[in-house]
């Protein structure tokens, strides 16, 4: 079957576990590079680049295996949407913290942590659950 073919009949477990683990890697090294720029002054600051490697890992073993597809790959998933979540909110209080807050917002929300930014593992964890959910392409 065509990866078209796929696409129309809802079979896309291994190209969207291929697509969280492509996208995992890479995210979490600017994360770091960002990060490292901010010192790492938070210590969560540290969990999302610890847990992008395991959510690479995740989502090769989904590509692999189906079973992985069900089991690692949502787990690692949601942990990884629920840390981005976690890293808008503590972004936004980051801006909020700088002198003037969200009043003086045309600065601070240039200036400070970019708000938004950690939707982007939201994003990719969000991918890597609809992988677990959606049905396994055939092997032909």
Known sequence: MSVLANLRCGRTQKLLSAATAASALPLGAEIYINHYGGSFGNKWMWTPVALSPALTAAGLAGVRSERAAHTVLPAL??????????????????????????????YNLVMGPPAFAPGSLAMVGAIGIMASLSRREGDA
């Open 77 to 106: 998933s949601a942990l990884f949407l629920i840390d981005g979540l976690a890293g808008v909110y503590f972004h936004l209080r980051g801006v909020a913290r700088k002198p003037g807050g969200f009043a003086e917002a045309s």
